[in-house]
């Protein structure tokens, strides 16, 4: 027999045994974003491949390494997005979102990138994104950060840890970039091929290799925030006082400088040691320079995007209970008479009780198997209809799950009884 056809490396199911956990994370965070006024922008999954070259970088791993790139039928390079920013800014653009107006946007779907697959590491993996655009202040950086203080706090997440930095102004990171070359050519002998190939092309992110060998020179390399200019230090010490002003907790960590070019002045992290090697859940920071690089007036931007699979994870790390979607009621059938007339009273239930999850038996069976049925659904509690019940118009109401016993019901008063006990729970 031919082998059968497997998922693609890295890209995974979400059986309906997990779908309800999504939901419930992604219904929390969506209550949050619209707590702060963001509305949803829905982008496409293929963009241009210049789209992301000239965001993310040329010399990203991103980009050289990452992306799933074709030609499509017409010769044109496409690229299934490996983030969310390039499309959103890429979008705002195009339809004029940004002439002189400010956006608070989010977004929420798939990315691909050609990743070594491991715990919590994936090619195809789902983000939660938030943009904002047209403000200029440290103030939006506060209320994006404590967006996503508030995500942990409504999840029970704990142990997360803020990291946050400044880059600078472009211009400061010029004069940087010029002093870390000079010193990383001093010390050319002791640099990994990678970071070679980086001197020229991308030098910062020499500072981000985990290369044990190389952590000696990272540490005595000139340091980013010695090379702030006054109004980026301004504009991240207005922003730790905004945070200590809501009492968040934060480390600085000058070391923070991220895998995508378009960054400047604030960037952050949150990090948790309970995930092993793929341990940031949410990541972002400001991109004033991206919309005006893309060909647009210059626009002030901010961002972060959190990665669902990971989050997911750590609730499960912290045994974190999340409610399981199951029906209320599984409706048991016998005869013939009993599936015509359930069917149909299974409609007036759904009509008359909002809310209501029921599930009617379908394939006939004996009552012992439905009840297994019923059991296996998850349901609390059986209405059961047989050929008596039909002719008397009744039901009978039966606990699945505690030995409170059954009643018989007329069927006309069932969905009062339902109704009370689903505002019960
Ligand atoms: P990023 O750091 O590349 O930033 O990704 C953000 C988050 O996505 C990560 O912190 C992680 O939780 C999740 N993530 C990334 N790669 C993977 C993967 N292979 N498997 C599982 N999860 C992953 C961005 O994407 C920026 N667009 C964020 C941003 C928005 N900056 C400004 N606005």
């Avoid at 990315?111 to 938030?130: A, L, N, S, V």
């Avoid at 990541?283 to 901010?302: H, I, N, S």
Wanted: hydrophobic share 40%; with cysteine.
């Amino acid at each position: 027999m031919a082998k059968s056809i497997q998922a693609v490396r890295g890209m995974n199911d979400i059986l309906p045994g997990e779908t309800s956990r999504w939901q419930y994370l992604e219904d929390t965070l969506r209550e949050v974003v619209h707590a702060y006024g963001y509305q949803e922008i829905r982008l496409p999954v293929l963009e241009k491949t210049e789209l992301f070259k000239r965001s993310i970088g040329e010399v990203t791993d991103i980009v050289e390494k990452e992306m799933y790139t074709f030609d499509d039928r017409n010769g044109d390079s496409l690229s299934m997005r490996p983030e969310g920013t390039a499309s959103c800014v890429r979008a705002c653009m195009q339809h004029g979102l940004l002439h002189n107006q400010v956006q608070r946007l989010w977004y929420a779907g798939p990315m691909f990138r050609h990743e070594r697959p491991q715990k919590g590491r994936y090619r195809q993996f789902h983000q939660i994104g938030i943009e904002a655009f047209g403000m200029a202040g440290p103030d939006i950086d506060a209320e994006i950060i404590f967006m996503s203080a508030r995500m942990w706090q409504r999840l029970g997440l704990q142990g997360a840890v803020l990291q946050i930095n400044s880059l600078g102004s472009v211009a400061a990171r010029v004069v940087y970039r010029t002093a870390l070359v000079d010193y990383l050519r001093a010390h050319e002998d002791a640099l990994d091929e990678d970071s070679r190939r980086r001197l020229d092309s991308n030098p910062l992110r020499i500072l981000d290799s985990k290369n044990p060998a190389m952590q000696g020179l990272i540490e005595a390399a000139p340091r980013l925030p010695d090379y702030l200019d006054d109004e980026s230090r301004e504009h991240f010490a207005r922003l730790c006082t905004l945070l200590d002003a809501a009492g968040l907790e934060y480390e600085i960590n000058p070391r923070l400088v991220r895998g995508l070019d378009y960054y400047s002045n604030t960037v952050f992290e949150w990090v948790t040691d309970q995930l092993g090697a793929q341990g940031t859940i949410c990541a972002g920071g400001r991109y004033d320079g991206l919309v005006e690089y893309l060909g647009g007036k210059p626009t002030p931007a901010f961002g972060f995007a959190l990665g669902l699979e990971r989050l997911l994870a750590l609730l499960e790390a912290g045994n974190i209970g999340i409610p399981v979607q199951q029906p209320h009621v599984y409706l048991v059938l016998s005869g013939q008479a009993a599936v015509q007339r359930g069917m149909v009273f299974a409609e007036q239930l759904r009509d008359a009780v909002p809310g209501l999850q029921l599930q009617s038996n379908c394939g006939d069976g004996s009552f012992k198997s439905q009840f297994k049925r019923a059991d296996k659904s998850g349901a609390q509690l059986a209405l059961v209809m047989g050929d008596d019940e039909v002719a008397e118009g009744n039901v009978i109401l039966k606990s699945l799950r505690d030995e409170s016993g059954q009643t018989t019901l007329a069927q006309q008063d069932v969905a009062a009884r339902l109704q009370a006990l689903l505002e019960q729970t």
